[in-house]
């Protein structure tokens, strides 16, 4: 199986051998498939702003939002869609910058100063590729920390969502850095080891530590890191634990622990999810949902996530992302063996001669850019997709667990996905191709019309049973 593998990833860079040899201007393509992809971007949010000079919800939703609520909610849309073409433009405009004037080139030679101040040469490729990523993120993270204390204390803050404080946000950045300096540098340095232990057979290698890493962080980051920046507690005995308690017990769904989030300390926007492993899950629900909604409404919620625990979607996203991280890594090694690609991007000869790891892989995820962004689409449908069938499952209920308490799940489904709406004032009127592009979720309205076709198609089915009987 493996020699299979072998052969079929030496053929694929037989075909690619004119990345190593001929003269492309890399740079000039890159800098054309980023201003494209944030020029596409753009014209998305301008098909996107008329939707909000709208001064009525849609029919369907004309009853739910009073005439005040829906006006604030226009405003906050148009607020966000404003800054979201602002930023997106200055930040393509700072990346050209930087890519013009060869930041990563630059980002190396001063990792090489900073090993060397530790006594290393440049034959610790990996110390230096650590200290490589590490004065690249942060000299390129600097110019869009201004447009984050905007959003967070201009934007948010004027529509009542923001409940940060200036020290608070000080404190999650640093905590943030100090964070991805712990888990990154070691996982950078096992990510290249493996490359050099590996040679051109790293593929499956590299997958297996990626998944093994992906797997790690499902149960590593709520349980270990999110709680450094929230605080989790069990959730409080009443109806609401009994509810959700009782529907996973009847649905064999592994609850370990339920927990209540304060989400509330930093927004008033609000959630709820599930985690873990196979055998071990945990759900999570913000406190602004318990507030914002009835227990029998929230009840309906967790329903819907059950949905996608009883269809296997995260374990089929899971095998997405494997199939795209294999097309990705199998592509790559026409890249890690290119001088031509270093040169392009301001390397010196001696650098260029032998692409360090990080470098080729870093320049070749750029070049991907427009791919990726075909990829977001496509990932959005099928998760969209799944949406739909956990709503499904929701409406379902009653038939799936012979249980008459559950006949009303999706209207009790639809009033919280309205209430959940009208609380975080968001957008309901939608531009198609805005939505396919952006959106994982399918828009308010599509949901509202799915869920009344679900409920319809239950109550016919229940009928002709009920016939069936007599």
């Given at each position: 199986m493996m020699g299979y593998l072998n052969m079929g990833l030496d053929a694929l860079q037989t075909r690619l051998a004119w990345v190593a040899t001929d003269p492309i201007d890399?740079?000039?393509?890159?800098?054309?498939c980023s201003w494209s992809v944030c020029l596409f971007?753009?014209?998305?949010?301008?098909?996107?702003?008329?939707?909000?000079?709208?001064?009525?919800?849609?029919?369907?939703?004309?009853?739910?939002?009073?005439?005040?609520?829906?006006?604030?909610?226009?405003?906050?849309?148009?607020?966000?869609?404003?800054?979201?073409?602002?930023?997106?433009?200055?930040?393509?405009?700072?990346?050209?910058?930087?890519?013009?004037?060869g930041l990563m080139a630059w980002s190396w030679r001063i990792g090489g100063k900073i090993i060397a101040k530790l006594g290393y040469g440049p034959e610790y490729e990996i110390l230096q590729s650590i200290a490589f990523a590490f004065t690249l993120f942060f000299v390129s993270s600097l110019p869009s920390l201004p447009l984050s204390f905007y959003q967070n204390?201009?934007?948010?803050?004027?529509?009542?969502?923001?409940?940060?404080?200036?020290?608070?946000?000080?404190?999650?950045?640093?905590?943030g850095w100090a964070i991805g300096f712990a888990i990154g540098a070691p996982f950078l340095a096992m990510f290249l080891y493996i490359f050099k232990w590996a040679g051109n057979r790293f593929v499956p290698w590299l997958m297996a530590f990626l998944l093994i890493f992906q797997l790690s962080m499902v149960v590593l980051y709520p349980t270990v890191i999110q709680p450094l920046f929230n605080k989790l507690s069990p959730l409080s005995e009443g109806d609401l634990r009994s509810r959700i308690e009782a529907l996973a017990t009847r649905l064999e769904f592994p609850l370990k622990h339920l927990y209540e989030i304060d989400g509330s300390k930093r927004s008033s926007h609000s959630n709820a999810y599930f985690f873990g492993l196979p055998w071990s899950k945990h759900i999570v629900i913000f406190d602004t949902l318990i507030k914002q909604?009835?227990?029998?409404?929230?009840?309906?919620?967790?329903?819907?996530?059950?949905?996608?625990?009883?269809?296997?979607?995260?374990?089929?996203?899971?095998?997405?992302?494997?199939?795209?991280?294999?097309?990705?890594?199998?592509?790559?090694?026409?890249?890690?063996?290119?001088?031509?690609?270093?040169?392009?991007?301001?390397?010196p000869p001696s650098?260029?001669?032998?692409?360090?790891?990080?470098?080729?892989?870093?320049?070749?995820?750029?070049?991907?850019?427009?791919?990726?962004?075909?990829?977001?689409?496509?990932?959005?449908?099928v998760s969209r997709k799944f949406e739909y069938e956990a709503d499904r499952f929701a409406c379902e209920l009653q038939t799936r667990l012979m249980d008459e308490r559950m006949a009303d799940m999706g209207d009790r489904l639809g009033r919280a996905l309205v209430t959940l709406h009208v609380e975080n004032l968001s957008t309901v009127w939608v531009d198609w191709l805005y939505s396919a592009y952006h959106h994982s979720h399918p828009t308010l309205t599509e949901r509202l019309r799915a869920l009344d076709g679900y409920k319809s198609a239950v109550a016919k089915a229940k009928g002709e049973a009920e016939k069936k009987e007599l």
């Open positions: 890399w740079k000039f393509y890159l800098q054309v971007e753009s014209y998305l949010l301008l098909r996107q702003f008329p939707l909000y000079s709208k001064t009525e919800p849609p029919p369907v939703l004309a009853e739910h939002f009073k005439p005040e609520t829906f006006k604030k909610s226009q405003a906050y849309g148009k607020d966000k869609a404003k800054f979201s073409l602002v930023s997106g433009l200055y930040k393509q405009v700072i990346d050209s910058l930087f890519l013009h004037y204390f201009v934007l948010e803050e004027k529509h009542g969502f923001n409940k940060m404080t200036p020290s608070l946000f000080v404190t999650d950045l640093l905590k909604s009835k227990p029998e409404e929230v009840e309906a919620v967790l329903a819907h996530e059950l949905g996608h625990w009883f269809f296997a979607h995260p374990t089929k996203l899971l095998l997405l992302s494997q199939i795209h991280i294999f097309t990705i890594l199998a592509l790559f090694p026409a890249f890690l063996h290119a001088p031509p690609l270093l040169r392009a991007f301001d390397f650098v260029a001669a032998k692409p360090p790891t990080i470098v080729a892989f870093l320049l070749y995820q750029m070049l991907l850019t427009p791919l990726e962004a075909i990829v977001g689409i496509l990932m959005n449908a």
